[in-house]
């Protein structure tokens, strides 16, 4: 029988995701078919109710839903419920388990291409909307030691980090958006997940004299693929992870759960999703 899974969204016609899991069914032999599905925010409790019975083994969730599907699922795992946000939903004996694999995609992604060493230390997080929620706690289950969150809307930020006093292992601290040049003195990780310097968007406005050269700076957006952060970081000689990794990675254990195998990251994988951005 034909395997169903899709990622929904709103909207979702340039997901690369249809692109990548269509890969490795291919690749794996594996019969089944992944598609991008539209679905606004007021039809999202009708297609959640009734994805099981249309034949769907799960689906990845992107931006809106990734926060108002949880009151629509029967379980969601604890990493899940710490993030806040569900990105993925698996189908087992027709009830709906919610996971987030979001944060395993930028840890894997940052440790596959880069060697951290982690004890003491500093982490910058440029951001603080739903991307951040998920880097924050791999960063936390890294280990990182200080991490400082800095955001236009420091609210958000206040937030963000209030919901996470529960689960602190890392010293987390709120700093002003107009202060984020100063603060990356001594930090070992610069991360930005704002969408800030997206094709279509500002570029992101920093100034990176006091960063170390050794820091790794990482940007989850991935279009364009060299963002002008990671440009002014590469030109400086610090060493780069770009964010389509991320977006790789965070598919794996989603692939493995729908269609049992697990499934590798390689070049050509990276090389053939970006066609699609090209
Ligand atoms: P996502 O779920 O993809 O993280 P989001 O929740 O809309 O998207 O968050 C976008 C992030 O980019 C937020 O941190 C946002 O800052 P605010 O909380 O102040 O909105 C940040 N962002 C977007 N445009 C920005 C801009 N022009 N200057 C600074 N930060 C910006």
Redesign the pocket.
């Known amino acids: 029988m034909l395997k169903k899974a899709a990622v929904i969204g709103y909207p979702v016609k340039h997901s690369l995701s249809p692109r990548l899991h269509n890969y490795w069914l291919k690749k794996y032999n594996i019969k089944g078919e992944y598609t991008a599905i539209e679905v606004p925010p007021e039809g999202l409790a009708e297609f959640i109710s009734t994805m099981a019975a249309n034949g769907f083994c799960g689906v990845n969730l992107t931006?809106p839903h990734k926060e108002a599907v949880m009151d629509l699922l029967d379980y969601i795992d604890d990493n899940a419920k710490k993030i806040g946000a569900v990105n993925t939903i698996v189908v087992k004996a027709g009830k709906l388990f919610g996971k987030n694999t979001d944060a395993y995609g930028f840890s894997e992604n940052i440790s596959s291409s880069h060697h951290l060493v982690i004890s003491s230390s500093k982490a910058v997080v440029l951001?603080?909307?739903?991307?951040?929620k998920a880097v924050i706690f791999a960063l936390q289950q890294l280990g990182f030691k200080e991490i400082i969150i800095t955001?236009?809307?420091r609210a958000?930020a206040e937030e963000l980090v209030s919901s996470y006093q529960r689960t602190l292992v890392s010293s987390i601290t709120i700093a002003e958006?107009n202060d984020r040049n100063n603060i990356l003195e001594n930090a070992d990780l610069l991360v930005n997940?704002?969408?800030?310097g997206m094709t279509g968007k500002?570029p992101l406005d920093i100034d990176l004299s006091l960063l170390p050269k050794t820091a790794l700076v990482t940007d989850i957006v991935y279009s364009p693929l060299i963002t002008p952060l990671l440009a002014q970081a590469i030109e400086r000689g610090n060493p780069t992870v770009d964010g389509l990794g991320m977006l790789l990675h965070q598919a794996v254990p989603a692939f493995e759960a729908w269609f049992g195998v697990k499934p590798e990251v390689t070049n050509e994988l990276r090389e053939y999703v970006l066609q699609q951005l090209s």
Request: glycine share 18%.
């Open positions: 931006i951001g603080a909307g739903g991307a951040a955001n236009r809307t958000r958006w997940t704002t969408s800030l500002e």
